[in-house]
C-alpha cells in the first residue's frame, strides 16, 4: 500500500470518526439529563460517562445478561431527556461544541485512519474491548476464554468503545483511539471556559476555543500521540482529572461565599468514570479528594459542607470500586495484583527514589513547569486572595505531592523489584495530573495579564492568529500523530493483510517469529484476532524460532498452518529471507504462499516497539 494511501480516510474510518462523535452525543445527552441540565457540555460528556460505567458495571457484575441491554436502554434514555425542556442544552452551548467540532476537523481527518498501536493495546485493551462486543459479558473463568493478558483489568474506557460498537461493530480496533481523541477535546472546551471566566451561558470567543484546544493537546507538557492518542487510558485520568479540579474549585468558591456548592453529582460522576478507566484511578480519585480537602482547609478551615461535599462525591466511586472487587476476587481470570505485604519492595526504595529524580532531570520542561506552578501559587494568593486560578494552583499542588506518594507506593507494592527500583513509567504516571497543571498555568498567565488580549478582549488579529495555529498544526504533525504508521509495524499489517484470507475464524496457526521478544506475535494475533475482518478464535502458536524442530512441534499439537516470518533458506519451500504461509498434511509441510519483503523498507529510522528480527532487519 502507498504510503499516501495510510493517510487518506476511508469509508471504514469515516463510520468509526461518525460513530466517535455519536458516542460523544449519548454521553452529552446523558451527563445533561442527570444534571437535569445544570451543567456544561464538557462535564455533561464526563458525567454521562460515569453515570455509563456504573451502570454497565453494576449489570455486568451482578445479572447474567448481555451488556447491550443496559447500553441500548441508556442512550435510548440520554435521547428521551430531550423531550424535558429544561434538561436541554441551550443554543449557545451547541454553537461552542460546534465552534470545537470545526476547529479540530483537521486533527478528525488526520486521525480517522489510525489503527490500533503500541504493546498494551495488543496485550489486553482491545481484546477486553472486542470480548464485551463478541458476548456482551466480562470475561470469567466459567465463560469463553478471553486472549487478554488482564482480563479483570477495569472497563471504563472499554465501555466506550462498546457503545459504540453497537452502532458499527468494526468501532473498538480504531474508535478507543478516536475516543481518547474526543476526551482531550473535551478538555480543551473546559480550559478555554475556565480561560473566559465563563459561568454564564454565551458562546465562547472562537480564539478562545482555538487556545484551550491547543492547550490540551499541543503545548500540554504532558501529551504524548503514541500514548494518548492509543488505547491507553492516560486520557481518560487526565480529562477526569481536569474536570473534576474544576469542580472542586467551583465548588470551594461556592462554599466561600457562603452559598450552596453545585455540581456535586456532575462530581461524583466524574470520579465514578475516573477510579475504573484504570487501576491507578483509585490513587487519583482519593488524592484528588484529599488535595481538595487539604485546599478548603487552607482558605476556610474545616466546615462540615466541604467535608459532606467531599463525602457525598466519592459515594458512587466507593461503591464501584467495591463492586469490582466482588466481580475480581470471584471472576477467576487475571488482573494486576498487589504483592503479600512481606513482597513489599521496601530494600529498594532508594534505588526506586533515585529512579525518580533521575526522570525528574530528564523531563525538565514538565516537572520545571510543575515547579513553576508551586512557585507562582503563593505569588497569586497574596496578590488577588482566593480565586479559581489559586483555588486550582492548590488543588494542583496537594495533588501532585499526595499523586506522587501514591505512585511511591504502587512502586513498592505492585511492580517487580526490578520494574520497582527502575520507576517504571513515572513519568507516564505524573502526567494524569498534566491538564489540571496546565489549566492553573494558564489561568495563572491570564491573572498576571499575560494573554489578557485574548482571553478578556480578543483583538481580531490574535484571535485570528490562535485559530489559525489551531486549524493548520494536525498538518506539520501528521507523522508525530500517526505513530500507527512509524517502522516496523507496517510490515505486521501487511502480513496480517496477506494472511486473512487464507485463515479461518477458528483456525490453529503456528507463528514461526525468528529471535521475537514476544512484540511481533503479540501484534500480529492482535491484527488477526481483533481489527476487522477479524478472524476472533484464531489459536495461534508463537515460538522464536524458525527451523524444523519447530514446524514438527506445531504439527505434533496439531497446529495445520504456520507463518515463516523471515524463512533460512530452504524451509518448508519458503525463499530465503521471505515470508510465508506454510500448511501441513499427511505429507509433511508445504507452500501455501510466500511474500517478499519491499526492499525500501529494510532501510530507514525503525522504532523498537516492535523486534526487528523476525521482520528480516538485524537490530
Known amino acids: 500500500m502507498p504510503m499516501i494511501v495510510a493517510y487518506l480516510p476511508s469509508f471504514a474510518a469515516l463510520a468509526a470518526l461518525a460513530t466517535t462523535w455519536a458516542v460523544a452525543a449519548i454521553l452529552l445527552l446523558a451527563g445533561v439529563a442527570l444534571c437535569r441540565g445544570q451543567t456544561h457540555p464538557e462535564i455533561a460528556i464526563g458525567a454521562g460517562w460515569g453515570g455509563l460505567c456504573l451502570l454497565l458495571t453494576g449489570w455486568g457484575v451482578f445479572l ?31 454553537r461552542n461544541l460546534g465552534r470545537v467540532l470545526l476547529i479540530a476537523l483537521p486533527l ?57 460498537a453497537i452502532l458499527y461493530r468494526g ?44 492547550l490540551a493537546i499541543g503545548l500540554n507538557p504532558g501529551f504524548v500521540p503514541r500514548i494518548d492518542f492509543a488505547a491507553y487510558g492516560e486520557p481518560a485520568l487526565m480529562v477526569t482529572a481536569l474536570l473534576a479540579a474544576l469542580l472542586l474549585a467551583r465548588a470551594q468558591a461556592a462554599l466561600a461565599a457562603g452559598e450552596r456548592a453545585g455540581g456535586v453529582l456532575a462530581l461524583s460522576l466524574v470520579f465514578a468514570a475516573m477510579l475504573n478507566a484504570k487501576q491507578s484511578g483509585v490513587g487519583l480519585v482519593a488524592a484528588l479528594a484529599g488535595a481538595a480537602a487539604i485546599s478548603g482547609w487552607a482558605e476556610f478551615g474545616v466546615r ?13 466511586a466507593a461503591a464501584l470500586y467495591l463492586v469490582w472487587r466482588y466481580f475480581v476476587a470471584h471472576a477467576g481470570v487475571a488482573e494486576l495484583k498487589v504483592l503479600p505485604l512481606g513482597q513489599w519492595h521496601w530494600a529498594v526504595l532508594p534505588q526506586t527514589l533515585l529512579s525518580m529524580a533521575w526522570q525528574i532531570a530528564e523531563k525538565p520542561f514538565y516537572f520545571g513547569l510543575v515547579a513553576v506552578a508551586l512557585a507562582v501559587l503563593p505569588m497569586l494568593w497574596r496578590r488577588q486572595g482566593w480565586t479559581l486560578t489559586t483555588r486550582l494552583l492548590a488543588i494542583h499542588a496537594g495533588l501532585f505531592v499526595l499523586y506522587n506518594l501514591f505512585v511511591l507506593l504502587t512502586y513498592i507494592a505492585g511492580f517487580s523489584s526490578e520494574m520497582s527500583a527502575a520507576a517504571h513509567s513515572y513519568f507516564r504516571y505524573n502526567t494524569h495530573l498534566s491538564l489540571v497543571l496546565v489549566a492553573g498555568l494558564a489561568l495563572a498567565a491570564r491573572d498576571f495579564g499575560l494573554g489578557a488580549a485574548l482571553a478578556r478582549r480578543p483583538r481580531a488579529w490574535v484571535s485570528g492568529a490562535v485559530l489559525a495555529v489551531a486549524l493548520i498544526a494536525p498538518l506539520p504533525l501528521i507523522k508525530r500523530l500517526r505513530f500507527d504508521l512509524v517502522m516496523p509495524q507496517p510490515l505486521v499489517w501487511d502480513l496480517a493483510t496477506r494472511l486473512k484470507p487464507h485463515l479461518a475464524a477458528d483456525d490453529r496457526l503456528a507463528l514461526l517469529l525468528p529471535g521475537d521478544n514476544g512484540s511481533v506475535a503479540t501484534m500480529l494475533a492482535g491484527v488477526l484476532r481483533d481489527v476487522p475482518p477479524r478472524r476472533p478464535r484464531l489459536d495461534v502458536l508463537p515460538r522464536q524460532t524458525a527451523d524444523d524442530a519447530a514446524l514438527a512441534e506445531a504439527a505434533r499439537r496439531g497446529y495445520t498452518k504456520a507463518l515463516i516470518s523471515c524463512a533460512p533458506g530452504g524451509l518448508a519451500g519458503i525463499p530465503a529471507g521471505a515470508a510465508g504461509l506454510v500448511a501441513h498434511d499427511a505429507t509433511g509441510w508445504h507452500p501455501v504462499v510466500a511474500w517478499p519483503y519491499p526492499a525500501g523498507d529494510t532501510s530507514g529510522r525503525w522504532q523498537h516497539i516492535l523486534s526487528w528480527q523476525p521482520l528480516c532487519r538485524k537490530p
Open 108 to 164: 478528525w481527518l488526520v486521525m480517522a485512519p489510525i489503527r490500533p498501536s503500541q504493546p498494551d493495546t495488543f496485550l489486553n485493551l482491545l481484546p477486553n474491548a472486542v470480548y464485551l462486543v463478541d458476548y456482551g459479558r466480562f470475561p470469567t473463568a466459567a465463560l469463553a476464554p478471553s486472549f487478554s493478558y488482564i482480563p479483570a483489568a477495569p472497563y471504563n474506557t472499554q465501555f466506550l468503545a462498546f457503545l459504540g
Open 171 to 214: 468501532f473498538p480496533a480504531a474508535g478507543m483511539s478516536l475516543d481518547n481523541v474526543m476526551l482531550f477535546l473535551v478538555a480543551g472546551l473546559a480550559i478555554a471556559r475556565a480561560l473566559a471566566s465563563g459561568e454564564a451561558r454565551a458562546p465562547l470567543p472562537w480564539g478562545v476555543v482555538a487556545l484551550g484546544l491547543l
Open 304 to 316: 462540615r459542607a466541604g467535608l459532606r461535599l467531599l463525602v457525598l462525591s466519592v459515594v458512587p
Open 64 to 94: 447474567p445478561l448481555s451488556l447491550r441491554l443496559p447500553a441500548i436502554a441508556f442512550a435510548a434514555a440520554a435521547l428521551a431527556g430531550q423531550a424535558i425542556p429544561r434538561w436541554r442544552l441551550p443554543g449557545a452551548e451547541w
